[in-house]
């Protein structure tokens, strides 16, 4: 089992930045793809970004592109998301998610965090 663990989230203006941290226990965070996933009130859940187990490889969300950063520190196992130039509707719970197969597919990760509230005020 993957224990995940999201902190970070917050409430920020518009073009405010916010870094969310996901800390992973349980079993070794060498080898599974971490990603972050959103979801707002009433929507569904969706991809936001993420780095394969090496972390040289990345996917964004076309909302997100140029605006997010997802980096891993394995040594850490810890997963980050930079949010830069936030927007209203960046508004959602955070979900930090882990998995054995790099993609963007919700069915693709076993393991979720607890999620982390992000507000974006207009």
């Known amino acids: 089992q993957v224990q995940l663990v999201e902190s970070g989230g917050g409430l920020v203006q518009a073009g405010g930045s916010l870094r969310l941290s996901c800390i992973a226990s349980?079993?070794?965070?060498?080898?599974?793809?971490m990603g972050w996933f959103r979801q707002a009130p009433g929507k569904e859940r969706v991809f936001v970004a993420v780095?394969?187990?090496?972390?040289?490889?990345?996917i964004y969300g076309d909302s997100v592109k140029g605006r997010f950063t997802i980096s891993r520190d394995n040594a850490k196992n810890t997963v980050y998301l930079q949010m830069n130039n936030l927007k209203p509707d960046d508004t959602a719970v955070y979900y930090c998610?882990?998995?054995?197969?790099?993609?963007?597919?919700?069915?693709?990760?076993?393991?979720w965090g607890q999620g982390t509230q992000v507000t974006v005020s207009s």
């Open positions: 349980g079993r070794t965070f060498v080898g599974y793809t």
């Open positions: 998610a882990g998995g054995r197969t790099f993609g963007t597919i919700t069915n693709l990760y076993s393991y």
């Open positions: 780095a394969s187990d090496s972390g040289r490889n990345t």
